[in-house]
């Protein structure tokens, strides 16, 4: 039969091409090759040519498509045609250049946002049309229409490789990304490893970053649900490893999963030494999943970040939060931390205010100066810099009259009276503002350098993610990683020679107690001590810079009780003691500081040792620590209101007297003090910071 005989059926690859792009009856008869005209110099083995043959259609697309590479565009297919009747089936293929036809035209739709894509269609008439014939019973395509004339310039071999036909990602290529992808690190660092690993130069692989990103995308477009399983399913198995590992979820009313936080093993060790000062960070969100991230993060006595937890919220209510703090505070046995350090949020504010009532809440100054370009850079143009030093300079103030004062000058200098951020700042001024903070603990951490590093830590684990699963893999990656870290430093400090700048047997004291980042804290006050001059007084001393003639710290010291106070509060502060009150320690010819002045949290001790607070006979150990926990969570519940408090010092009491009547068992009191004995020998309590 003919290929005029039937009724030809015409099927487009890309419906916008129906009227966009047409070859009529004169342009799909068959053309000699001298007729065509090639518009770059190829070779005559890729050339197309009337008659040429492929045993598929497919064979004949990748034949024209590397042909259209050489050339320097790539190729689509068109449209196909059929015939209905005797011998229906494909009878015709066109595959046409990727510009040809025009940019259709889309009725709006009110409803439905429209993306703004540019199309790259000018009316091209470059095609290669193959048809099925039948020889000797043999079915095969020959190339029955062929036009090489542009209507575009063609791209250099150097450009034509970023079209999107060219750019492909092969099976072992994707198992790569995925892998690194696993390991936190970036996409752009991703590129450069596999270029290394190929051996081309930069910029040469087959695909591009956002070939990369698009891919990791694609996989985080999984089905909630089976997400939420997965996450589950991994907590499970993580469980079954390590019976330490704590994790807490809780499941919504459609069987959905609403929320679920999670610390490992070494988080709570960790935590009983430096969960005294703790950040809370809930201003990142996995976006591919649409729900907030919480961090609780810390700085260890080598003033790095550490994990203490982590938890993910389907909402930002008061009600996630509280649960989100209420699983936090079981994880660390009721152990509430003395302050915190959150963001802006006032569903948290509330949250913390109930869960954690005996808790110094404070505003986190790197989270709210991130906010400022948006919220000043269009007020202030060009002085927005100038405004922002003057911000940092007044932020770092000691007293509370000299920032109000500050505050002051500042706003009417760069005319922010009537800003409604500025108003909002100064309302929450006792949060954020170094003057109204120096009195609590915050183990630097309200500091811009150490926020800085805390918020690069946080970012490593968050740059390259795929699957929910796996982020709980990647930040015990990130736990383990800052535990080796320590370990490392605190090897390197036995190998290395501390150097001592003033001489002074306090300093040589310090510096075989305390960690190296401690020390180098502790050094700067010494050295700074010598240039200060004190003056006693009929209750205590007048510590000032020795070029000034008047103002000053005081600074109170009882000898007899090895207790010294200076009205700067550094100590208070950061767990240091100020170069004030180490004045005074060396006029009064002491050699040593006191033992309650250098912290437990600051001292040469690794968190692996707290392993060693889990080592007596397990039943025991178990038993003591459901103690600790409900000792904790009564403290905690206790302090919401007077009246829970006299109840419960009264009923403490009582059982206190009753348990002091019980025999004493031998063992466990060699346990007890073998367990004591190995925490360092902690200075007083009343000391620790």
């Known amino acids: 039969m003919s290929e005029e005989a039937g009724v030809m059926l015409v099927v487009y690859d890309d419906p916008s091409d129906r ?38 259609h497919d064979a004949a697309y990748e034949y024209y498509s590397e042909f259209a590479k050489q050339c320097g565009f790539s190729i689509r297919r068109h449209r196909t045609e059929g015939k209905d009747g005797v011998g229906k089936g ?21 409803s439905k946002p ?22 000797l019973g043999s079915l095969e395509w020959r190339v029955t229409g062929f036009a090489n004339h542009h209507n575009h310039e063609l791209l250099e071999p150097n450009q034509v490789r970023f079209l999107p036909a060219y750019r492909t990602i092969t099976e072992s290529d994707k198992s790569r990304i995925l892998m690194f992808a696993k390991t936190g690190i970036s996409v752009q660092q ?58 807490e979820y809780k499941i919504e009313s459609k069987n959905r999963l ?45 003033g790095m970040p550490c994990v203490f937890g982590c938890v993910l919220l389907r909402e930002e209510s008061v009600r996630s939060f509280s649960w989100a703090l209420k699983a936090f505070l079981g994880f660390m046995y009721g152990k509430a931390p003395r302050t915190i350090l959150t963001d802006q949020n006032l569903f948290l504010k509330e949250a913390i205010s109930a869960e954690m009532p005996t808790t110094k809440h404070a505003l986190c100054v790197w989270m709210i100066v991130a906010k400022f370009s948006s919220w000043f850079n269009a007020v202030l143009g060009e002085r927005y810099s100038e405004w922002k030093s003057e911000f940092y300079r007044i932020y770092n103030l000691e ?23 500025i108003v909002n700042l100064y309302d929450q001024r006792s949060l954020w503002a170094l003057p109204f903070l120096r009195s609590h603990f915050f183990a630097g951490m309200a500091t811009i350098g150490q926020s800085k590093s805390i918020n690069a830590f946080i970012q490593r684990f968050l740059s390259a993610q795929n699957r929910l699963a796996h982020f709980i893999e990647q930040v ?89 106070t200076c009205s700067c509060h550094h100590f208070e502060f950061s767990g240091i003691l100020c170069r004030h009150a180490l004045r005074v320690l060396s006029t009064g010819n002491c050699f040593e500081i006191p033992d309650r002045y250098l912290p437990v949290r600051w001292r040469r001790i690794s968190t692996p040792s707290a392993k060693i607070l889990h080592s007596v006979p397990s039943d025991h150990a178990e038993r003591v620590e ?64």
């Open 90 to 110: 494909l009878t015709r293929r066109y595959f046409v250049c990727h510009r040809a036809g025009n940019t259709p035209s889309k009725t709006s739709n009110e």
């Open 476 to 564: 015990a990656v990130a736990v383990d990683f800052k535990d080796q870290a320590g370990e490392q430093q605190t090897m390197q400090q036995n190998l290395q020679n501390i150097c001592l700048k003033t001489g002074a047997p306090m300093e040589s004291h310090a510096a075989s107690v305390l960690t190296p980042y401690a020390f180098s804290k502790l050094q700067e006050q010494l050295v700074l001590a010598a240039h200060y001059a004190s003056f006693q007084m009929d209750d205590g001393f007048l510590v000032r810079h020795h070029t000034k003639g008047d103002g000053g710290r005081i600074v109170y010291w009882v000898p007899q009780e090895g207790i010294i």
């Open 399 to 421: 007293a509370i009259e000299d920032f109000e004062l500050g505050w002051t000058d500042l706003v009417n200098s760069f005319g922010l009276q009537s800003n409604r951020h």
């Open 19 to 56: 009227q966009s792009f047409s070859l009529d009856d004169t342009s799909s008869s068959e053309e000699s090759l001298d007729e065509t005209r090639l518009s770059l110099e190829t070779t005559n083995d890729v050339i197309p040519y009337i008659g040429k043959r492929f045993a598929t």
């Open 190 to 247: 991703m590129m450069r490893l596999m270029e290394l690993e190929k051996c081309v130069e930069p910029g040469s692989l087959p695909f591009t970053e956002k070939d990369v990103r698009n891919l990791l995308q694609s996989f985080r477009k999984l089905d909630s649900e089976e997400e939420s399983i997965d996450l589950l399913k991994m907590c499970r198995n993580i469980k079954e490893k390590d019976r330490n590992f704590k994790f």
């Open 258 to 302: 609403e929320n679920i936080a999670w610390s490992y093993a070494s988080s709570v060790q960790s935590y009983e030494i430096f969960g005294d000062a703790v950040v809370f960070d809930t201003t990142h969100r996995l976006t591919a999943f649409d729900m907030p991230l919480g961090i609780w993060v810390g700085i260890n006595n080598y």
């Open 114 to 135: 429209r993306r703004n894509r540019k199309s790259s269609r000018c009316g091209c008439q470059a095609y290669m049309r193959i048809s099925k014939t039948t020889e």
């Open 626 to 689: 459901l103690l600790q926990r409900i000792v904790s969570t009564l403290v905690t519940e206790s302090a919401k209101s007077r009246e829970r408090l006299n109840i419960a010092t009264e009923q403490v009491s009582i059982l206190l007297s009753r348990i002091r009547e019980q025999p004493v068992s031998l063992q466990n009191t060699r346990d007890m003090a073998l367990k004591n004995r190995n925490i360092c020998c902690l200075p007083p309590q009343k000391g620790t910071v």
